[in-house]
């Protein structure tokens, strides 16, 4: 099949807008022409933009940010700031609701210490709500904030068809003195869709002070969000390197609000106003929360990263994205042998298929496919709870699509796993 | 080579001394808490050589096919030869070649069998 920019064709009934981008912008499939990369929940692959801005960078204008009076430190600061309003916008935040971070992970991790220190002298024991289907990213940092604190940890329920108990949760925050509610937007196992905005308006009308958090890993790579119009979520969390930029960069988003009343965890250089024997004033936002030389090289490449997501058509690729998950659920239900996992309506998940065979383990599948190519993902995916409690299965395989993948991958995909069964029958 | 031959295909699915020993001198069971692959070895000396192995457990084709491999290598054999036993005489005996993410795999029954050994008080048999 000829690919071609926005070209439309037919199969098994549903038309298809092939190729939204150019795959030949990414160097990696240039460099692996057979390759069928369908990881992209773990990370993303960059386009050459983005590998070039890194380089640049090193190049031509490295120098460390702020403070700095020479030409190259003007440089290095401007286009620093500049990568931070253009990712704010991307969000709809205000550049100094934006922290930079290393990822996901230590957004929460400093959130929750963050928290730690608004909390640690409040009285009486509170509690945390997480839910079934969270990566141990939006678990532990809370677990050891309750261990702290002395608080308890409570998880919302899913539905059989994967989706949040939404009654269970609301009865947990009814019944119980909820602080903290820390949700996922996508599930990196299922695939299931959260409708944050919608939940945490519910959930602040029951009780107006619970901080709710949403961690968008998973979302923000496939969905525009507007984080100035969802007034109900504080803080958001997501990282660079699964929307097409670089490793070691992501953002923790606080409400402007908030994060000026909140002191900071982390302290030492970058952080300050001034700096006395016995104690020290902080700098104004973002700083405040960004002590030491940040990765400077990481922002700028996200924000190209984000340069390359906003050339596209939004439209376009939200439909490319969801004929591709219908089509991907269609192929892989037509294979009897296969258990599915995740919302059976694709309109509420996204292109995450976490799956298992009985007979077959997951790491075997993911080394079979390997042997065609075909890169997958096996084992707990980071949601030990979610596969021993709700799923009951050690470990599951998992496809993940982005945005350069396309129908031929997806039938690649399913013929592979076609013939591993035909291989491992008695 | 492949390692989805059909012969660790078939160790996979039929086991070689698969099962429990009820009069074990140990029983040791281990796991791989990455992917929940889980081996329990079940271990009979007679001196200092192994007169009956066998093992139950869940796990990955690598996982199983090893252990099934390891025991039926092991039986009869001087405890001091499997305690010798290296990664690398371990991939020649079950006869594949395995990538760094696999080996874990293969090593959990060798590693099982080793604690095993080392668990049984050796003055009480001699």
């Known amino acids: 099949m000829v690919s071609c920019w926005g070209c439309r064709w037919y199969i098994n009934g549903y038309i298809y807008v092939h190729e939204l981008m150019n795959k030949s912008d990414f160097p990696i499939f240039n460099n692996n022409p057979d390759l069928v990369y369908l990881d992209n929940s773990a990370t993303t692959q960059k386009p050459q933009v983005v590998i070039d801005s890194i380089v640049d960078f090193y190049q031509n204008f490295n120098s460390n940010v702020h403070r700095g009076i020479h030409k190259l430190a003007e440089k290095a600061t401007i286009e620093f700031e500049n990568a931070r309003g253009n990712i704010a916008r991307f969000v709809g935040a205000k550049p100094e609701e934006i922290i ?104 602040k009308s029951i009780s107006p002070d619970i901080f709710c958090i949403g961690d968008g890993a998973q979302y923000v790579p496939h969905h525009k969000i507007d984080l100035s119009n969802s007034k109900s979520i504080d803080f958001y969390a997501f990282s660079g390197h699964k929307m097409m930029g670089p490793t070691g960069i992501g953002v923790l988003y606080g409400k402007k609000n908030l994060l000026e009343k909140l002191n900071p965890s982390k302290v030492g250089g970058g952080m300050i106003s001034t700096v006395k024997r016995n104690s020290f004033t902080t700098a104004e936002l973002p700083e405040k929360f960004e002590a030491g030389t940040p990765n400077i090289a990481g922002a700028i490449g996200l924000s190209k990263a984000v340069d390359y997501l906003k050339r596209q058509d939004t439209l376009e690729i939200e439909k490319h994205m969801s004929e591709l998950t219908r089509f991907t659920l269609d192929e892989l239900r037509n294979i009897k042998e296969l258990t599915l996992y995740g919302p059976p309506v694709f309109e509420k998940r996204g292109p995450v298929f976490s799956f298992s065979i009985e007979g077959i383990h997951p790491h075997d599948i993911a080394q079979i496919l390997d042997q065609d190519n075909i890169a997958i993902r096996a084992g707990h995916h980071c949601c030990q709870i979610l596969h021993r409690e709700t799923l009951k299965i050690p470990a599951s395989a998992r496809a993940s699509l982005y945005i350069y993948n396309d129908i031929e991958n997806v039938k690649r995909l399913s013929n592979s796993i076609k013939k591993l069964i035909t291989q491992f029958k008695r | 080579m492949d390692l989805y031959r059909q012969d660790m295909i078939d160790h996979y699915q039929n086991p070689r001394n698969y099962g429990e020993i009820v009069d074990a001198d140990a029983i040791i069971e281990l796991e791989n808490s990455s992917c929940g692959d889980k081996i329990k070895l079940f271990v009979k000396l007679k001196k200092d050589k192994i007169d009956e192995i066998s093992f139950t457990g869940e796990g990955c084709a690598v996982a199983i096919a090893s252990a099934s491999k390891l025991t039926e290598y092991a039986k009869g054999k001087d405890i001091k030869q499997i305690q010798k036993l290296t990664t690398d005489d371990l991939l020649k005996i079950i006869k594949v070649e395995l990538t760094i993410s696999r080996i874990k795999c293969a090593n959990l029954s060798l590693q099982t069998i080793k604690k095993s050994i080392n668990s049984v008080d050796h003055k009480q048999k001699i």
């Open chain 1, 100 to 203: 930079f971070t290393s990822g996901t992970t230590e957004s929460m991790n400093i959130l929750a210490q963050i928290l730690f220190e608004h909390f640690k002298d409040s009285k009486g024991k509170k509690t945390i709500m997480l839910s079934e289907m969270e990566h141990h990213s939006n678990i532990l940092p809370w677990m050891m904030l309750v261990s702290k604190l002395g608080w308890d940890i409570e998880y919302a329920k899913l539905t059989e068809e994967y989706e949040l108990d939404l009654e269970c949760l609301y009865d947990v925050i009814k019944k119980n003195d909820v602080s903290i509610l820390s949700l996922t937007h996508m599930s990196n196992v299922l695939g299931t869709i959260n409708n944050l905005g919608a939940i945490f308006s519910e959930v």
